[in-house]
């Protein structure tokens, strides 16, 4: 009985080690704070994420070296350019965050002032602030005005340019990875592992659907943003028992521009 017990824990412990292990995957980004200076945690929520038992930039390397013919770059003018629209548009976002401001105040110190008597020395050093406050708004509104003409003028040059180099490496792109499915399920089939895919939740979590072969697979994911994307492709080696946390943030995403 005493050898017939650690033989079969044995078992049991061996059997759990080659069952499905459990990845949880998270992913959160620093942003510019909306209602003050520095920065917040942002959960991305909604964003797909994959378990691939396989390097995947690698195979895309690899397929592009054999086509030949290499991918139609944006020049580097185009790229400045752009450069120039995400510059004029910040000044854009914080001017309307400064008119925004000033018309919160206002509301604010109007919304006080209705309570207060008119003779009392509060409301004369309140309406006092509200004045220069409201001497305020125009200006805000006029540069709010002026910084969005700037970044229109400036996007509306970049827009054709962009849609045209867009084009051109969807269709090169179509060409060099035409096989990319045939490959994808081969190497998958040499290896004997899994691929899956799960969705974040609302706070940039995706547990539950992420449950593998214990072996070496890569956590891939993307997030757009406005002129680029973030961009993960982390090697990770899944082993059994507790599950695997995995954190993707900008310190381990690669950014891409986007056209």
Do not use: H
């Not at 499905?20 to 994420?49: K, R």
């Not at 629209?85 to 000033?102: F, G, K, L, N, Y």
């Not at 509060?122 to 002026?146: H, I, K, P, S, T």
């Amino acid at each position: 009985m005493r050898r017939t017990l650690p033989f079969a824990l044995g078992l049991i412990l061996a059997a759990a080690a080659c069952g499905p292990a459990e990845v949880v995957v998270t992913m959160e980004i620093d942003v510019p704070n909306p209602e003050g200076d520095g920065t917040m945690q942002l959960a991305l929520s909604d964003i797909e994420v994959q378990l691939i038992p396989f390097d995947r930039d690698v195979l895309f390397d690899s397929m592009a070296t054999a086509y030949g013919t290499p991918e139609p770059e944006a020049p580097q003018e185009l790229l400045e350019q752009r450069a120039e629209v995400q510059a004029a548009q910040a000044e854009w976002d914080a001017a309307t965050q400064r008119w925004a401001t000033i018309r919160d105040t206002l509301q604010t110190l109007s919304e006080v002032l209705e309570t207060l008597n008119r003779g009392s020395g509060d409301y004369v050093v309140l309406f006092r602030e509200f004045n220069e406050w409201d001497g305020q708004l125009a200006a805000a509104e006029r540069q709010q005005e002026r910084t969005f003409a700037v970044f229109n003028e400036l996007q509306q040059g970049t827009i054709r340019a962009s849609d045209s180099i867009r084009v051109l490496q969807d269709n090169w792109a179509d060409d060099a990875f035409a096989d990319i499915g045939m490959v994808y399920t081969e190497k998958q089939r040499a290896l004997g592992l899994d691929w899956v895919v799960d969705t974040t939740d609302a706070n940039g979590i995706a547990r539950g659907g992420l449950k593998v072969k214990p072996g070496q697979y890569w956590v891939y994911a993307r997030y757009e943003m406005a002129y680029t994307e973030l961009y993960w492709n982390v090697p990770i080696t899944v082993e059994g028992g507790e599950p695997l946390t995995v954190t993707l943030t900008r310190s381990n995403a690669e950014e891409r521009p986007t056209l």
